[in-house]
């Protein structure tokens, strides 16, 4: 990682996204009536088949221009042509791809049914109100205000830290000899971060320190050994109701979409074979 290029020791850290079935199928939105825009030997060509398209090419259908549009249709002409062919020889039914295209039709059918479902689901006020102070009001953070000298040896850290507790500046020493040359020009200074903004072994350390206190030892991450001082800390308050109630109606969407497919499930008759 490049510390310089913000600053900051920033630890991206991928947590597993678990994809619930009621997102995959509110990936497909229901197409609207539409008009037709081409035919093909008797076979029309839609402008819902062209908004697809768009959309796997990346192009914004609403301000499509007349050479995207153009292209485009082109493409589907030709594909349709294809499709034609391909069912003159009878391709579409070898098992192989027939089964494929009913998991694709079932897939579609769906999702656009458990689209219409979540449309259907109301969440109230009180609801939104009871989720926010139960999930999201006693989450206040902590932030912390640090600077560091990162070194490549735990032997150089632990001269800096002798220099440091005899009186050195730690702004001059980390201009000089930190490898973090991002933070080390601002005098070691990485700003106001979070725990979860930073390496483990950085974070925890720096959640130990009082304020103006420097670290008793070298922190060692992966990027290299760390001379850290806490310059200041605040708890930032949990952001106000109206800016994340949005988000709250979307939690809570989901939450009784995984309660719909629950029960259906208990009603079911399934057997895993």
């Keep these: 990682m490049n ?9 991206i850290k991928k947590s597993a996204l678990t994809v619930t079935l009621s997102a995959l199928f509110l990936s497909a939105p229901l197409m609207a009536a539409d008009n037709i825009i081409a035919v093909v030997n008797g076979d029309n060509i839609s402008e819902s088949q062209l ?19 153009k292209l485009l249709t082109e493409a589907l002409v030709n594909r349709q042509l294809v499709l034609q062919e391909a069912i003159k020889a009878k391709f579409d039914k070898k098992p192989e791809i027939a089964s494929r295209v009913k998991a694709l039709i079932d897939s579609y059918i769906a999702a656009n049914y458990l689209a219409t479902i979540a449309e259907s689901f ?11 102070d139960k999930k999201v009001l ?6 912390f205000k640090a600077r560091h000298i990162l070194v490549k040896t735990e032997a150089e850290a632990v001269a800096l830290l002798k220099q440091l507790k005899d009186g050195a500046d730690f702004s001059k020493l980390a201009k000089e000899k930190s490898t973090d040359t991002g933070s080390g020009s601002k005098g070691g ?8 903004d930073m390496v483990e072994p950085f974070a ?11 670290v008793q030892k070298p922190v060692h991450s992966q990027f290299g050994w760390h001379v850290i001082i806490l310059d200041d800390q605040r708890t930032t ?25 629950d029960d259906l499930n208990a009603k079911a008759k399934i057997s895993l074979k």
């Excluded at 006693?138 to 932030?143: C, D, G, I, L, Y």
């Excluded at 925890?204 to 420097?214: M, N, P, T």
């Excluded at 109206?242 to 719909?260: D, F, S």
């Design 204 to 214: 925890k350390a720096v959640a130990k320190l009082k304020k103006g206190e420097l």
């Design 3 to 11: 510390f310089s290029s913000n600053n900051k020791l920033r630890f």
């Design 51 to 69: 908004e697809i398209a768009a959309t796997q090419s990346k192009v914004d259908y609403k301000n499509i221009t007349p050479e995207q549009k």
């Design 237 to 261: 308050p949990p952001p106000p109701f109206e800016r994340v109630k949005a988000g709250i109606k979307k939690v809570l969407i989901k939450e009784k979409l995984n309660q719909y497919l």
């Design 122 to 132: 109301k969440v109230s006020e009180a609801e939104l109100k009871a989720y926010y």
């Design 189 to 196: 200074d990485l700003g106001w971060f979070g725990e979860n």
């Design 138 to 143: 006693p989450n206040s953070t902590k932030e």
